[in-house]
């Protein structure tokens, strides 16, 4: 199974962003912010958590919302849907995304 680059998982995670933020403006920003360092090589050298905080800090410069954010995970995570939709058999190499689109379920 190959893992997921850099593009893909931010690509994921902006996807996640602008189908389900309660904002779609600000939401079209993070979109724009984003794919502009990714396009200017600025995630290119980075990996794990270091890609993660880096784009925690660029999400939230953009929008300032600390809901906003791409978490790593090192434990396993056997038989569990990665961030990109992949089964990952043992040690995740990849974040694992939370975009929450500010909205709570009523109970």
């Known amino acids: 199974m190959a893992t997921p680059g850099n593009a893909e998982i931010i690509s994921s995670v902006l996807d996640r962003v602008t189908a389900g933020y309660v904002f779609p403006r600000r939401a079209a920003e993070v979109d724009r912010a984003l794919r502009a360092r990714l396009a200017a090589g ?6 794990g958590a270091a890609l993660c905080e880096a784009v925690t800090g660029h999400l939230q410069e953009a929008c300032p919302d600390r809901h ?3 978490l790593w995970q090192d434990e ?3 038989g569990t849907s990665g961030c990109c939709g992949r089964t990952s058999p043992g040690r995740s190499p990849h974040p694992r ?11």
């Open 42 to 47: 600025e995630y290119d050298a980075l990996s």
């Open 97 to 107: 995304t939370r975009a929450r689109a500010g909205r709570r379920s009523s109970p």
């Open 76 to 78: 396993p995570r056997t």
């Open 68 to 70: 906003l954010r791409l």
